[in-house]
């Protein structure tokens, strides 16, 4: 389970994150929206450490994160699987290095990772792309490589930060059903970061807006459908205020 | 007014905390051998392919240069062997790691800041940390040691160069012998005139490596901040050099 208790992020003088309260329960997928520049990246990257609160905290079943160093926090990262919103794959490898990177930090032996990686990019529809480099491919299949890249850990929590966006209707979709699939393959937890509806409704067990540096409303998506409030209802149905 | 330099000093202060927070964490990663050890050999076949042909370039003129400018300055009152002199001891003191330790900011500096940089701001950095890698021993410390441990061999290289294209100036267009260029040479040549300029090298080596790694992993703001940071990481790199020359002949030389 991962838990953020109240927390606090500001860069500068501008408060980000100002009181996060919000549970994501063992096998679901929750969906957290919010406005561009609302903190939902900031967030996500709390979770594993990445940034630091300057109070609260994200508590990953029991643990504390912020107070975790060096093996501690190897040993969570281990078990988060952390797909980044512009794919984030090292230009200097190859597919196939960029998915196995990982595995090789565990120590597997290379006809296991080798095995693991052709595994992981069948499942994101990349097979056959090893030897290819980041800079080769458009910018969905990066995406795909980046879900590969984090699911060949078989982690426990898979966080996706906006998997959509950017991308054609068509292929977002082939996201949203890559997003499914990998939740039944390895049975993880995952948080999808997104502003796009479409997908949240697809992919959400529960549904939670950010705004203002707080959960505005979480429900599940039939809630979130329902919601009276007029800030949800804005976002949901993309109305210019 | 005191406010100003009140906050420069703060500022200050904060930066060379950082640094020395950054230089901990770099030393704190140094069991880590089996992630840095086959990156660095990388790294060293970079350093050398990048910085030994401009190196080799410049002390060639430099060597070619420093003989007839020995020649002019003596006009005939001091013996032409000292040309020699002249030649062997300021490429091994001074001229062969400094061109060198210059050529070397320019070029592997800024690339090694562009290129954590470009990194850094694609969060390419992050993933790696979210992969349960270190950056420091993962990026830094390959990049560190490899330029630590080639610089002095290539500021050898370097004033081997100079020392041949200045001996070929000198029979060229200065008709002095052979055995005189090498009577000259080995006049005042004490052995501490190979070692500091290597051991000098080293440091050069070290503070630009480091100084590139420092600017590039804390670049902000796209491709923007890259440039900035390739700049910085030179201007930086060349200053703290310049600095560290000086104090190295202040304690060593004295
Ligand atoms: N490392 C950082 N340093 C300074 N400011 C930052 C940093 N990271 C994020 N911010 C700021 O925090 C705010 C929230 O950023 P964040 O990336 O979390 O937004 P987001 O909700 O993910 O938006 P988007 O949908 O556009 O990705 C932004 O105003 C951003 O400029
Ligand atoms: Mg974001």
């Known amino acids: 389970m991962i838990e953020f208790q109240d927390l606090h992020k500001a860069f500068g003088a501008k408060p980000v994150l100002a009181g996060l309260t919000l549970e994501v329960r063992d096998r679901e997928t929750l969906v957290i929206i919010g406005y561009s520049g609302s903190g939902k990246s900031v967030a996500l990257k709390h979770i594993v450490g990445l940034l630091h609160p300057d109070a609260g905290d994200v508590i990953v079943d029991g643990r504390a994160v912020s107070t975790l160093d060096g093996p501690a926090l190897t040993a969570l990262r281990r078990e988060i699987g952390f797909v980044f919103q512009f794919a984030a794959l090292f230009d200097s490898m190859t597919v196939a290095d960029n998915v196995a990177l990982g595995l090789r930090r565990r120590g597997l032996a290379e006809a296991e990772i080798a095995e693991r990686v052709r595994e992981a990019l069948a499942l994101v529809d990349l097979t056959g792309t090893d030897e290819r480099y980041p800079a080769e491919l458009s910018g969905g299949m990066r995406k795909r490589v980046g879900i590969a890249r984090a699911i060949a850990l078989r982690p426990r929590y898979v966080l996706y930060d906006e998997p959509t966006t950017g991308l054609d209707p068509v292929t977002s979709a082939v996201m949203d059903r890559l997003m499914v699939r990998t939740r039944e393959h390895l049975g993880a937890t995952g948080v ?24 505005r409303q979480v429900g599940t998506v039939a809630e979130i459908q329902a919601s009276e409030d007029p800030v949800v209802r804005q976002f949901i149905e993309g109305r210019p205020a | 007014m005191i406010e100003r330099v009140g906050r420069g000093t703060v500022r200050a202060i ?27 050999i990388v790294q060293m076949r970079r350093v050398g392919v990048d910085s030994l042909p401009v190196a080799l370039f410049i002390a060639a003129f430099t060597g070619v240069v420093l003989a007839l400018q020995a020649s002019y300055t003596f006009t005939g009152t001091v013996p032409l062997y000292f040309v020699g002199t002249l030649v062997g001891k300021t490429m091994m003191l001074e001229l062969g790691p400094v061109l060198a330790g210059l050529a070397l900011a320019g070029r592997v500096g800024a690339s090694m800041a562009a290129e954590l940089g470009t990194m850094k701001v694609t969060e390419q950095v992050d993933a790696l940390e979210t992969l349960a890698y270190d950056p420091q021993s993962f990026l830094v410390l390959p990049r560190v040691i490899a330029g630590t441990a080639m610089f002095p061999v290539i500021v050898a290289l370097a004033i081997l160069t100079g020392i041949v294209t200045g001996w070929v100036a000198s029979l060229v267009l200065l008709d002095l012998s052979t055995q005189e260029f090498i009577k000259g040479l080995k006049l005042f040549y004490r052995f501490k005139d190979t070692w500091f300029g290597l051991f000098k090298s080293a440091t050069f080596g070290f503070t630009i490596t480091l100084v590139g790694c420092v600017v590039g992993l804390r670049t902000r703001g796209g491709a923007e901040g890259v440039g900035r940071s390739t700049t910085q990481a030179v201007v930086y790199s060349a200053i703290l050099l310049l600095v560290l020359d000086a104090f190295w002949a202040l304690v060593l030389l004295r």
């Open chain 2, 14 to 40: 904060n930066a060379v905390g950082r640094f020395g927070h950054f230089v901990g964490d770099m030393v704190r990663a140094v069991p880590d051998v089996a992630t840095w050890g086959r990156l660095t």
């Open chain 1, 192 to 215: 999808v970061v997104t502003h796009d509806m479409r997908s949240a409704y697809t992919v959400g067990d529960r549904i939670a807006m950010l705004y203002e540096g707080r959960i």
